[in-house]
C-alpha cells in the first residue's frame, strides 16, 4: 500500500473497527496526519491571536488553534480505527489499551492530591507562608505520570511496528466487546 492508498483507506474506513490494517497504512496515515496537523499548527499559530481563557480573560501567550483542533477531532475516529486494527494485525490483544489508563490514572491523582491543598494555600501565597508538601507530593504523581505516558508510548510504537500475524477470518474481531460483535454474529464470543 502506497501513501494516497493509505490516505484514501483511512478516510474510507472512517469508523471501522474490524478486519486488520498493515504496517504501512497505519504508518503512512500516522505520517499524513502529523504533516497536515503541523501545517494547520502552523497556519493557526501565523493567524491566530490570543486566545480567552477559561476565565474569560485574554490571555496573549495562548492561541486559539482552530483548524489544528477542527482537523484533530476530524481524524481522531480514522486513528483510532487504524491504531485498533494494526493492533489486531500484529497479534495483541485490545485490552493492552487499558494501558493508556496508567498515565492517565497517575495524573488524575496528582491533580486531585494537589487541588484542596491549591484551594486552601491561596490565601498564604501572598505571605509567604505556604505549606509546599502536597504540591510536591502532586507534583510526583505528575511526573510519574509523564514517565508512565513515554513508556506506554514507547511500548505501543514496538508493538504497532511488529510484523503482520495471520488470524483466522472468524477470530479477527473476537477481542471487541459484545455491542460491536452482537451474540451471534460469527466473530462473537458468545456461545449459545
Known amino acids: 500500500m502506497n501513501f494516497t492508498q493509505a490516505i484514501k483507506s483511512g478516510f474510507k474506513n472512517y469508523v471501522n473497527f474490524r478486519g486488520v490494517a498493515s ?68 497479534g495483541y490483544s485490545l485490552k493492552r489499551l487499558w494501558l493508556y489508563a496508567v498515565p492517565v490514572g497517575l495524573g488524575a491523582i496528582g491533580l486531585i492530591a494537589a487541588a484542596p491543598a491549591a484551594i486552601s494555600q491561596m490565601a498564604n501565597f501572598e505571605s509567604g507562608n505556604v505549606d509546599w508538601a502536597p504540591f510536591v507530593v502532586a507534583g510526583l504523581f505528575l511526573l510519574l505520570s509523564g514517565i508512565a505516558a513515554i513508556v506506554v508510548g514507547i511500548l505501543f510504537i514496538v508493538w504497532l511496528a511488529q510484523p503482520s500475524k495471520a488470524q483466522p477470518a472468524t477470530h479477527q474481531n473476537a477481542d471487541l466487546p459484545s455491542f460491536i460483535n452482537p451474540p451471534g454474529h460469527p466473530d462473537s464470543n458468545t456461545q449459545y
Open 23 to 90: 504496517r504501512p497504512e497505519y504508518w503512512y496515515w500516522a505520517l499524513f496526519t502529523v504533516i497536515v496537523s503541523t501545517i494547520l499548527n502552523a497556519v493557526d499559530n501565523a493567524i491566530g491571536g490570543p486566545a480567552r481563557s477559561a476565565f474569560g480573560a485574554y490571555n496573549p501567550n495562548t492561541q486559539f488553534n482552530l483548524f489544528g483542533d477542527i482537523w484533530n477531532l476530524a481524524t481522531f475516529l480514522p486513528s483510532l480505527g487504524l491504531f485498533v486494527r494494526r493492533m489486531r494485525d500484529a
